[in-house]
């Protein structure tokens, strides 16, 4: 995907700012709104695919932009919008402006980050768990590169993707069978 691309007539991709497992996240300008939003895009999959495969990961990363669009909580990502757009599955969300816990502590290597600021982030991490667990979702993923602290101070958890609904744990672990990791 080139820098210029305009997802869904609406959201330019600026610069690619993270990769992992089948997805990218842009920086990008929601053009209708005029202003800056994360865009996570699910990688376009060579020919070699079988629909069904495609139909798994359509339905992870439905599910994935649902769950985290429900969950209304101060220390989870803000979801915006989601969609598919020529053939790629995207979600809008809230650019976090800020650096994961991998990157925090990464930097802190030689000069450990505080006690006081480890005590703040679990704490507001704790919180958003407790608050997800009260809605029935389990994250499943929690790491640090899933843990963004922002300029305030504010700390976020991030990608839910391979989230599990307490009450639907059958369909989750249908979705999580053999060939999708």
């Not at 999959?45 to 209304?72: C, I, K, P, T, W």
Request: proline residues 3%.
């Amino acid at each position: 995907m080139g820098e210029s691309r305009l997802i869904h007539g609406r959201y330019r991709l600026i610069d690619l700012i993270g990769r992992g497992g089948m997805g990218e996240v842009w920086r990008a300008r929601d053009e209708s709104l005029g202003r800056q939003v994360a865009v996570k895009c699910l990688k376009p999959l060579g020919q070699q695919q079988d629909a069904s495969f495609m139909r798994v990961l359509r339905e992870r990363f439905r599910r994935e932009a649902r769950v985290a669009a429900g969950l209304q909580h101060r220390g989870i990502t803000v979801v915006h919008d989601f969609g598919e757009d020529d053939g790629i599955l995207y979600i809008v969300m809230e650019l976090l402006d800020g650096r994961n816990l991998s990157q925090l502590l990464e930097d802190n290597r030689r000069d450990p980050l505080p006690v006081p600021d480890f005590v703040d982030i679990a704490d507001q991490v704790s919180a958003a768990l407790a608050y997800t667990h009260e809605q029935a979702v389990v994250h499943r993923d929690l790491k640090p590169a899933n843990i963004v602290r922002i300029a305030d101070g504010t700390v976020k958890i991030c990608d839910f993707g391979i989230a599990r609904l307490g009450h639907d744990i059958g369909f989750t672990a249908r979705l999580t069978g053999t060939g999708v990791a």
